[in-house]
């Protein structure tokens, strides 16, 4: 007999009309498979685009020829703003670092509606008073130069918070100073003022005329100043100091004003508080002091517009050289009384203002008026906007527009 060894053929599946089926074990490891390579692949890029090693850099960080990046410290502020406006329309790149508790995001806004191009405009919402939030700022961005604007700048709350100003003003521009240091940017332009100087003997006030300032704003500010020059003698920093006078005026094209936080009204400047008697807000208008040694009896002051002072900020940019320091006042050189002032006021409101004559305001001083000859003959300045009622008028009609400030535009 014969004996057949039968080979065990391999195990496969049933068949059925010639069609093989695919295993469902099988089927959905393939699956698995398939959705853990697309969450790496999601994963992967998603890391790829959060990365600083992946991602391209932001313009912000980068120092480009012909392009001059400024930080505007407190340019969500009312001078501050308007700087950043000008800055903006000369084609420089600006960062706008400011913690909003004197400023207005609205300013912020509307420069970003002018200004939406990438790497023209950003904002960094901080403290200055926070060395570890400024030293970020300034390792993750390239300046080339820093316009220092922000402080708290009332006398009257100064006499009232001493240590207030102290911290915002003195404090701050050291961290600034030591940040800028640090990270080799080495242009300064510092917005000083009048109240350094205090009550001067002699009228009009000098860059050489004697500084003793009388309140705590001006000392204030008189040693943030000593500060940047004891620093400046060794080293090579670009340092420009205006000193100016009191602003009036808002953007002539109606984009911008001042809207100061009301619970800060009766600190504020004379034209915010004739406005606010103009459009009812309050009663009427308070001015303090008509005992002063002056011709009406009101004190006298130097009224510059906001535009030649932003003007004033942008050729000291301009003409800045490394290793030197220059100081200069920025006013008209003209001095007008408070009762000129509100005069203008009327006449440019339309409105007869109530006017209410109270005892002076501590700390306040007599007669300031500034002699500009230095700036006129060393930046080629001087100012412009010099009618009274007519840079009221201008700053009037925004006011008119912005009852809530920066909020939804009434007609």
């Known amino acids: 007999m014969l004996s057949i060894n039968r080979s065990k053929r391999p195990n ?139 402080a708290v700048a009332y006398v009257g709350e100064s006499t009232l918070d001493p240590l207030k100003y102290y911290h915002n003003i003195t404090s701050n521009t050291l961290v600034v100073l030591e940040a800028m240091a640090a990270h080799n940017v080495n242009t300064f332009i510092y917005s000083s003022t009048c109240a350094t100087y205090g009550e001067p003997d002699k009228m009009p006030i000098t860059e050489e005329t004697p500084q003793n300032p009388i309140n705590p704003y001006g000392k204030a500010k008189k040693m943030a100043e000593d500060i940047i020059l004891d620093f400046h003698k060794n080293s090579d920093m670009a340092v420009m100091i205006l000193r100016y006078f009191n602003v009036i005026g808002s953007d002539p094209g109606g984009r911008l004003g001042e809207a100061p936080r009301p619970e800060l009204r009766e600190h504020g400047r004379i034209s915010g508080a004739c406005f606010d008697a103009a459009r009812g807000i309050t009663t009427g208008l308070k001015v303090r002091g008509t005992d002063y040694k002056t011709a009406d009896g009101t004190c006298i002051r130097d009224y510059i517009d906001v535009t030649d002072l932003v003007d004033a900020h942008v050729k000291a940019l301009e003409k800045a050289q490394p290793g030197e320091v220059g100081i200069y006042n920025v006013g008209t050189g003209k001095g007008r009384s408070v009762k000129e002032f509100v005069e203008a006021c009327k006449k440019a409101t339309g409105v007869s203002i109530k006017v209410d004559y109270l005892p002076r305001r501590p700390g306040d001083y007599a007669e300031v008026f500034s002699d500009p000859s230095k700036i006129l003959r060393e930046l080629n300045w001087s100012a412009q906007y010099t009618d009274l009622e007519k840079s009221l008028r201008v700053a009037w009609k925004w006011q008119k527009l912005h009852h809530n400030g920066y909020g939804p535009p009434k007609g």
């Open 12 to 150: 496969r599946p049933n068949s059925t009309g010639g069609m093989d089926f695919v295993d469902p074990v099988k089927k959905s490891g393939v699956k698995r498979k398939i959705v853990f390579a697309a969450c790496l692949i999601v994963i992967c890029i998603t890391i790829v685009k959060i990365s600083p090693y992946f991602s391209s850099p932001s313009p912000f960080s980068l120092h480009e020829p012909g392009i001059t990046h400024v930080l505007v410290t407190g340019g969500a502020g009312y001078i501050g703003s308007h700087a950043s406006l000008r800055l903006l329309r000369d084609s420089h790149r600006v960062t706008i670092v400011d913690n909003l508790s004197r400023g207005n995001l609205g300013a912020v806004k509307v420069l970003q509606g002018l200004f939406p191009e990438p790497g023209r405009l950003q904002f960094i919402y901080a403290d200055l008073g926070d060395p570890k939030a400024v030293n970020k700022i300034f390792s993750e961005n390239a300046f080339d130069a820093v316009m220092h604007f922000a």
